[in-house]
Each structure stands twice: as structure tokens, then as C-alpha cells.
């Protein structure tokens, strides 16, 4: 069972209770990790297999494809969705944190209910960020990093999108090293072992000498299963410094 830390740990602390708050949890939060990854991957499939016939891609197909109203409105629904599983992903990871219990069922209550206010505080970062990088590359960074944090209040504390983006900013001031050193490193470890995934089944498509269809099929497979494992990652790695930033600054957990 997990227990949070009582006092403010290091960066190495945060991201060891980083670690155990996914390995105390996973058990619990895969099956939503695994829809989310089929959730990204089922389309994929289902559009290659139209734009590859004979394991070619066909050119023709694949614009035919991009100018399909049918297609965009497919990618938003999917992105919708994906949301609502992340959204509930967090909810059971924090539920966890506090030392609460959730069900699947209420955890998804939580994702859908949150799913128009992480929206838009998604928006509203990716603009900032974008904006931030597009004009002066340093303002871009720093955004990143201290608005990192803007989805947990939304989650964890039913908070609404100013809110949120006050809170994280209130948490990471003067701790922007601190919190990007951990949630940076996290995604280090996501990235390493999703290109390993990405790799081993490139791999495998090339020894065993498996069909264009196998091999995409089978690429597909080893990225639901590497989403399943690293999914909960980063935002185990959010919520511990989110907590941590919080005993820092001597402040009380909200009602969720």
C-alpha cells in the first residue's frame, strides 16, 4: 500500500515515491492505460489497412484520406476519449496518493466530468507554449515548466482553469529546477522505453519476415503494451511533486 511522505523529500526522493505510487497502483490503473493506448491505436490500424492494400501506401488514398471530413472528425473523438481515460487516470493515481479508494467506474465519472476544463487548460498551454517558443525560445521553456502541473488542481481538486493555472504557477515558483529535473526525467524513462517497444517490433517484423499487415499490426501491438506500462508514469511524477511542492509551501490538500 502506498503512504504518501509526511515532509518535503529531494529530487531523487520525489521520483523514488514517483516510482512507488506506480508500482503500488498499477495493478489498479492498467486496464484505463490500456484503453487509452487502444484508443489511439485501433484507428491507426483501421486507416492503414486503407492506405495500404497490397503493403504499399498509396498515395491517392492517403489524401483522399486527409480531406475526409470524416477522418478529423474521427482524430477529435479520439482525442476526446483519450482525454476522458487520462483524465481517470489521474483520478485513480491521486486517489491512491491521499489514501482513498475509487472504482474504474467513478474514476471514469471524474475523467468525463473534468474532460472540458483540462480541454481548454490544454489549449490554453499549448498556445503559451507554442507562442513561447515560436518568439523567444526561453519564455516557451519556462511556461512549459511552470504551468506543468495546471491539470492536477483540475483533477485532484475540482478546480477551474484560472484556478489552476494560479495554483501551479504558486507551487513551481521558485522551484521551476526542482520540478522540471523530476517530471523531465520521467519522460526521459517513457520515451527510452517506448522507442525500445517501437524498436523490438521493427525488430521482430524484420527477422521473422512477417507481412506489411503483420508488421504494422504487430508495431501497433508493441505500442499498446510499452502505452500500458509508461502511461501512469509521468503522472505519478506529477503527483508526487505536486504533494511535494504543496508541504513545501505549508499548504493544505483540497476536497476533491
Given at each position: 500500500m502506498y503512504n504518501r511522505?509526511?515532509?518535503?523529500?529531494?529530487i531523487g526522493g520525489v521520483l523514488d515515491d514517483s516510482i512507488r505510487l506506480y508500482r503500488s497502483?498499477?495493478?489498479?490503473?492498467?486496464?484505463?492505460?490500456?484503453?487509452a493506448g487502444l484508443v489511439m491505436s485501433v484507428p491507426s490500424l483501421l486507416w492503414d489497412a486503407r492506405l495500404r492494400p497490397d503493403g504499399e501506401l498509396d498515395p491517392?488514398?492517403?489524401?483522399?484520406?486527409?480531406?475526409?471530413?470524416?477522418?478529423?472528425?474521427?482524430?477529435i473523438l479520439e482525442l476526446l476519449v483519450y482525454i476522458i481515460f487520462y483524465n481517470a487516470l489521474i483520478s485513480a493515481l491521486n486517489a491512491a496518493a491521499i489514501g482513498r479508494e475509487i472504482s474504474i467506474g467513478a474514476a471514469l465519472g471524474v475523467g468525463a466530468a473534468r474532460l472540458p476544463r483540462s480541454l481548454g487548460a490544454g489549449i490554453l498551454l499549448s498556445l503559451l507554449a507554442g507562442a513561447g517558443l515560436i518568439l523567444f525560445v526561453v519564455p516557451g521553456l519556462y511556461w512549459i515548466g511552470i504551468f506543468q502541473l495546471v491539470l492536477i488542481p483540475i483533477i485532484a481538486g475540482n478546480s477551474d482553469?484560472?484556478?489552476a493555472f494560479?495554483?501551479?504557477?504558486?507551487?513551481?515558483?521558485?522551484?521551476?529546477?526542482?520540478?522540471s529535473s523530476i517530471t523531465?526525467?520521467?519522460?526521459?524513462?517513457?520515451?527510452?522505453v517506448s522507442l525500445l517497444g517501437a524498436f523490438l517490433g521493427a525488430v521482430l517484423t524484420a527477422v521473422l519476415k512477417w507481412s506489411p499487415a503483420t508488421g504494422i499490426f504487430m508495431v501497433e501491438a508493441a505500442g499498446v503494451i510499452t502505452t500500458v506500462l509508461t502511461l501512469p508514469l509521468y503522472p505519478c511524477?506529477?503527483?508526487?511533486?505536486?504533494?511535494?511542492?504543496?508541504?513545501?509551501?505549508?499548504?493544505?490538500?483540497?476536497?476533491?
Open positions: 511522505p509526511s515532509a518535503p523529500r529531494t497502483t498499477f495493478a489498479q490503473v492498467w486496464p484505463l492505460a490500456l484503453a491517392q488514398a492517403a489524401l483522399a484520406l486527409f480531406k475526409s471530413g470524416s477522418f478529423w472528425l474521427t482524430c482553469v484560472r484556478a494560479a495554483i501551479s504557477r504558486r507551487l513551481i515558483k521558485g522551484h521551476w529546477w526542482r520540478a523531465g526525467t520521467m519522460i526521459s524513462i517513457v520515451l527510452v511524477a506529477l503527483l508526487a511533486t505536486y504533494y511535494d511542492l504543496k508541504l513545501r509551501h505549508g499548504i493544505e490538500d483540497e476536497a476533491t
